[in-house]
């Protein structure tokens, strides 16, 4: 299971951050993936976090802008989100990578997602 | 990011078979596997079939998905009413480092 927080409205060129907390499976082994999608439209990749933290992969969209991580420690992964856009709006997923080769975009499972709202 | 291009709707009477198709490139679907995803409206997608053609526990045998080269379907047979949704395509990229979704199909039950 996945648990996606810290959603909400925010001002163009502001920072937000969303934490994700797992459970139910072995945290630490699994490489995991933000994904999002705006109002009415299709999924989008955002970011990757390799299972032990050591690196992070970005979406040519939020390069530079957003930073993933993770607390092994905790089951937990985020997304630091600066220099927000209305763009930037939508639902965002964290889901698990469930290739036991690394990541592959096989999601299972996905979390209910976290609405963020950009807007003045 | 790149799409995987995908028809925006299909549609089959019940009972019929239906075929979503997914078009990649030699850095996406070629070298990798593909990943089927199903969204019901106001739901999170779920996992429908992986690594090209495994289905998880769960998902009936209705379902079955396929790759030749560059491209890669889903065939749903039997179309049921509750098979009204949208459907996605996912693959590794390899030249982006990142996954890449379809265009997303609309699939209606007539």
């Known amino acids: 299971q996945l648990v996606e927080s810290g959603g909400g409205v925010v001002q163009p060129g502001r920072s937000l951050r969303l934490s994700c907390v797992a459970s139910?499976?072995?945290?630490?082994?699994?490489?995991i993936h933000w994904v999002r999608q705006a109002p009415g439209k299709g999924l989008e990749w955002v970011a990757v976090?390799?299972?032990?933290?050591?690196?992070?992969y970005y979406a040519v969209s939020v390069k530079g802008r957003f930073t993933i991580s993770r607390d092994n420690s905790k089951n937990t992964v985020y997304i630091e989100m600066t220099r927000l856009r209305n763009e930037d709006s939508g639902v965002y997923f964290c889901?698990?990578?469930?290739?036991?080769?690394?990541?592959?975009?096989?999601?299972?499972?996905w979390g209910q997602g976290a609405l963020v709202t950009v807007s003045s | 990011q790149s799409l995987l291009r995908q028809p925006p709707s299909a549609s089959g009477n019940v009972g019929q078979r239906v075929t979503i198709s997914c078009s990649g490139s030699a850095s996406n679907i070629g070298p990798n596997t593909v990943h089927w995803y199903r969204q019901l409206p106001g739901s999170a997608p779920t996992l429908l079939i992986y690594s090209t053609s495994q289905r998880p526990s769960g998902v009936p045998d209705r379902f079955s998905g396929s790759k030749s080269g560059t491209s890669a379907s889903l065939a749903i047979s039997g179309l049921q009413s509750e098979d009204e949704a949208d459907y996605y395509c996912a693959a590794w990229d390899d030249r982006l480092h990142g996954v890449v979704f379809g265009t997303a199909t609309s699939v209606t039950v007539l």
């Open positions: 889901v698990r990578d469930a290739d036991p080769s690394g990541y592959s975009g096989w999601f299972d499972p």
């Open positions: 139910g499976f072995s945290f630490n082994k699994h490489a």
């Open positions: 976090t390799t299972y032990d933290g050591t690196a992070g």
